[in-house]
Nanobody, 127 residues
């Protein structure tokens, strides 16, 4: 079990950037594959980015590929989501998630693969 605390959300103009952070406690973040999900009103929760425990594999949704970057700093027990060239359709609540990863190279893209979730942080992109 790991506790996740997110920060970095807010209001940004279209074309701007935000950096989300997720700090893990209870267990070190290096024990987990990590992911970022988002959910907009009336839509399903979707995985936008994910990273394996050992950082050798990443995943990006097609809608964010080339604009978002996921990274982790296991020494700081932190996972980041750098979001550039933001669009109004990126507006959503963003959630950090952790899934126990016994195989370090595995990347998880399905919400059912994750065990623990952050509280969510609102990202609003104005046009």
């Amino acid at each position: 079990q790991v506790q996740l605390v997110e920060s970095g959300g807010g209001l940004v103009q279209a074309g701007g950037s935000l950096r989300l952070s997720c700090v893990a406690s209870g267990r070190t973040s290096s024990d987990y594959a990590m992911g970022w999900f988002r959910q907009a009103p009336g839509k399903e929760r979707e995985c936008v980015a994910a990273i394996s425990r050992t950082s050798d594999n990443t995943y990006y949704a097609d809608s964010v590929k080339g604009r978002f970057t996921i990274a982790r700093d296991n020494a700081k027990f932190t996972v980041y989501l750098q979001m550039n060239s933001l669009k109004s359709e990126d507006t959503a609540v963003y959630y950090c998630a952790a899934g126990r990863a016994y195989v370090g190279s595995y990347v998880y893209t399905n919400a059912r693969e994750y065990d623990d979730w952050g509280q969510g942080t609102q990202v609003t992109v104005s046009s």
